[in-house]
């Protein structure tokens, strides 16, 4: 059985930047599309950025370009550069694959002044 693990969330200013990190327990991130999912209080989980087996890179329209996917299949990893992050960006975020395997705890992101 798989496991993520997703850390680099916190507390951040609006118009700041956060590095996300996911490592998984198996070798997994070069087989599969892996992809950074959020939710937000009241609401649905939903997948805000993907990266494909062959490194492309797919991302809601919302985030005009905020946020960034990328990952180290070496190391097992996943990673989101989030920049100019705003109050809506505020959810727990997961990294999983896709389809989708059991899910981590996931990392709080909060963006307050």
């Known amino acids: 059985q798989v496991q993520f693990v997703e850390s680099g969330g916190g507390l951040v200013q609006p118009g700041g930047s956060l590095r996300l990190s996911c490592v998984a327990s198996r070798s997994i991130t070069g087989i599969y599309d892996m992809g950074w999912y959020r939710q937000a209080p009241g609401k649905q989980r939903e997948l805000v950025a993907q990266?494909?087996?062959?490194?492309?890179?797919y991302y809601i329209d919302s985030l005009n370009g905020r946020f960034a996917i990328s990952r180290d299949n070496a190391k097992n990893m996943v990673f989101l550069q989030m920049n100019s992050l705003q109050p809506e960006d505020t959810a727990v975020y997961y990294c999983?694959?896709?389809?989708?395997?059991?899910w981590g705890q996931g990392t709080q992101v909060t963006v307050s002044s």
């Open positions: 990266i494909t087996t062959r490194d492309y890179t």
């Open positions: 999983n694959t896709l389809p989708n395997l059991p």
